[in-house]
């Protein structure tokens, strides 16, 4: 799988020339990186081939690394997505992964019933994005090098904060070779932990250069708002874009505290032994996931999805999927129903942190699974959500917001552990606790539950039934596009 990711209607100006970078870092086709060039206005193919020169020498003198080959840029105007006629439109089509992941977000409780997730994902990013990246050929799996400078993408204007945090992916890919299969995994939590030194990198380089942008550098910028980048919009989906943007947001911090304890070099590091939670990378530990086991008991017409999907058919969503779930419901730019304290988010805990994913529902997670189901009898879908945590009291917090959340929209109590709802997130709902183990169960009715999960089908307290959590194989997250690109995500949300 290549990491991308598409926007609405790529209109190609033009492609810089891919003559090779200098062989002297910080020096690259004669550019240096306190040149001065003085553009103003849209720039010609000239000046942006020099401005790109100049990104690339000051970005090798921030890494101490040399580029092995230089990017293609091209320039697109800004779309508006869902109209079908950009790469990203294209490609969001209802297909078997589509509707098995219409389930993960709804269990998540960020897509409802009348959505379809795909379509929202391409909507917020194409409202969001201010680059992307299109990986090159780095080092293959035999260990031959065929370096390929790849292709960068800016959206909506160039400015050098966009171009620096491309750059940093184009030596990423010629150094660790970004399609390897340790950055393209199955699931999300796993997928987040790895972009947190994937992206986060990107977006610590993007700060320490726009730092040198405010001191000592000249630097260009046209359309996009600004170094930092811009142009995007609040459109789509908030707590798909929070979700997507946690590893650039507590990414760059974790990368900071690595060059901290050891240089570079420990960054380099962390490419070979890549994250694997996202816990890992909010908390900047190095805590790997308990074990979870599922065993498929659902009788009727109702199966799982099939193993081909997520991992073995299912998703993780990990501390910070989780977060957002409570976030987007509980924050003024969601739902606003206060199901949570959201005040921390704008206090980040780190000098190169953008918001906190911080929270008293979250931080306990131990390990979790998503299995998306359906029945084809009835065109109907629900899923089983297990989940373990570090106390009883962390459990207990998570089941309690749960069906607090459930409660805000409106839900009819049929007993303690269950809820009937309408509107966004419509269906049956039954939560079940025992010690550290949490078992959420959906479907579209209350009889429904009995088929797809009969172990707690009789749940009737949230706090004291019986769930089968035991040891097994560790766990990953679930699955959202992987994408290498620049968003637009700080200063998006009012202070609230």
């Known amino acids: 799988m290549r990491r991308t990711v598409f926007v609405s209607v790529a209109v190609v100006v033009f492609v810089v020339s891919t003559a090779g970078a200098a062989a002297e870092p910080g020096v690259v086709d004669g550019y240096e990186p306190d040149d001065e060039f003085g553009f103003e206005g849209e720039l010609t193919d000239e000046e942006l081939d020099a401005v790109v020169s100049r990104a690339m020498a000051r970005v090798e003198e921030i890494r101490g690394r040399e580029f092995k080959a230089r990017p293609s840029v091209e320039r697109t105007e800004r779309g508006g997505g869902g109209n079908g006629t950009g790469p990203l439109d294209a490609n969001v089509t209802r297909n078997e992964y589509g509707n098995w992941n219409d389930v993960v977000w709804e269990a998540l409780l960020v897509v409802g019933e009348d959505r379809y997730a795909n379509r929202v994902i391409a909507d917020t990013f194409g409202s969001a994005t201010q680059g992307f990246y299109q990986s090159g050929n780095g080092t293959n799996t035999t260990g031959e090098e065929h370096y390929d400078g790849g292709s960068i993408t800016v959206v909506g204007g160039v400015n050098e904060g966009t171009l620096a ?131 498929d008991g659902a009788r009727g017409n109702w199966t799982t999805f099939g193993e081909e999907l997520g991992r073995n058919g299912y998703d993780v969503a990990g501390e910070a999927s989780i977060f957002v779930t409570f976030w987007y419901q509980s924050s003024p730019a969601g739902y606003g129903l206060g199901v949570i304290d959201t005040s921390d988010f704008f206090s980040p805990d780190g000098e190169f942190d953008v918001y906190s994913y911080r929270s008293e529902v979250s931080e306990g997670w131990a390990g979790d699974r998503i299995y998306p189901y359906r029945n084809n009898a009835t065109n109907s879908t629900g899923f089983v959500w297990k989940s373990s945590w570090e106390t009883t009291d962390d459990a207990e917090g998570f089941a309690s917001a749960y069906l607090g959340v459930l409660d805000g929209h409106g839900a009819t109590q049929v007993d303690n552990a269950t809820r009937l709802v309408e509107g966004d997130f419509r269906g049956a709902y039954r939560v079940a606790r025992n010690a550290r183990n949490v078992t959420v169960v959906h479907g579209p009715t209350v009889e429904s539950l009995g088929e797809i999960r009969p172990s707690v089908a009789d749940a009737d307290d949230p706090v004291n039934e019986p769930v089968d959590a035991r040891p097994g194989e560790p766990t990953p997250g679930f699955t959202v596009v992987a994408a290498l690109f620049a968003v637009v995500a700080a200063g998006l949300l009012a202070r609230a």
């Open 165 to 295: 945090h491309e750059l940093v992916h184009v030596l990423q890919d010629q150094y660790y070779n970004l399609s390897a299969d340790r950055f393209n995994p199955p699931v999300q939590d796993e997928q987040l932990a790895g972009d947190g030194i994937v992206e986060g990198e990107a977006e610590y380089v993007r700060k320490l250069y726009e730092r040198r942008c405010a001191t000592d550098w000249e630097c260009y910028s046209s359309g996009g708002g600004g170094n930092g980048g811009g142009g995007g919009t609040n459109e789509g989906n908030v707590g798909i874009l929070m979700t997507v943007y946690q590893p650039y947001s507590d990414g760059a911090e974790y990368v900071h505290r690595l060059r901290q304890q050891g240089g570079w070099e420990s960054v380099d590091e962390a490419y070979d032994d890549v994250p694997k939670t996202s816990r890992e990378i909010i908390r900047r530990d190095d805590f790997g996931s308990v074990n979870v086991t599922y065993e």
